[in-house]
């Protein structure tokens, strides 16, 4: 299986991809968000990025999947494994599920910021879902300003409107946030490759509905 893998050094990371493609810190970086972000510095604290959880809040069993919008893994595992998960454990309550994003790329962390652009867990789910449906279609170009464009196109059959959109995707302190926020996340957990999980503080590589359903019923008992 193949798997795309980051590489942290020192205090910044290096994020291997196919043919290289470098990824800095968002303030090290030109280009990292599109349109005015290029001109926007961060400043002061950085806002808090707020967990995405599913299910039960108070369940036994806590599930976190780190993913990423742009990885084909993680695209084939919210369209098969995950709705029975959803179905059979988040839905009935038996579980908590938390989402955290991995950025390998920009294209990434722009679909991230649009996800978490109105700050509202369904919003986030729900253009989640849409994400990783389409995730062939806004990402075929492989060219920063289309992705974007097809990005944004995206977004308004979820119902954000242009203005909003220009203000998420301008918002740098917001986009330094999440990376920082990515960055500590994954060298805590251990996090190498999308999609991998941290089933109750153990981590799983990516598996079979039937294995993840038995791993779960074990540790509900």
């Avoid at 798997?3 to 994020?15: E, I, K, P, V, W």
């Avoid at 790329?105 to 729900?126: Q, V, Y």
């Avoid at 806004?138 to 990005?151: E, K, N, Y």
């Avoid at 190498?192 to 074990?218: C, R, V």
């Amino acid at each position: 299986m193949e798997r795309r893998t980051l590489l942290a050094a020192g205090g910044g990371a290096l994020l291997a991809l196919g043919g290289g493609y470098l990824l800095t810190r968002p303030d090290e970086q030109t280009g990292l968000l599109p349109g005015a972000a290029n001109a926007q510095e961060a400043s002061g604290d950085l806002p808090e990025v707020v967990e995405m959880v599913k299910g039960n809040p108070d369940a036994a069993v806590e599930v976190i999947e780190y993913a990423s919008f742009t990885c084909p893994h993680c695209a084939t595992f919210h369209a098969n494994q995950y709705q029975a998960l959803q179905a059979n454990y988040i839905d009935t309550g038996k579980i908590k599920f938390v989402y955290r994003e991995v950025y390998f790329d920009r294209p990434g962390l722009w679909a991230s910021m649009i996800a978490r652009c109105p700050g509202d867990t369904d919003f986030f789910f729900n253009m989640s879902a849409l994400l990783y449906e389409k995730q062939r279609e806004w990402l075929a170009s492989g060219d920063p300003a289309t992705i974007v464009q097809d990005l944004r196109t995206l977004a308004k059959t979820a119902g954000l409107d242009d203005a909003t959109l220009d203000a998420c995707l301008s918002d740098g302190p917001k986009a330094e946030s999440l990376f920082t926020w990515y960055q500590e996340n994954a060298e805590r957990d251990g996090i190498n490759s999308t999609p991998s999980f941290i089933i109750d503080g153990q981590k799983y590589s990516n598996m079979p509905y039937d294995e993840f359903a038995a791993t779960l019923d074990g540790k509900l008992g």
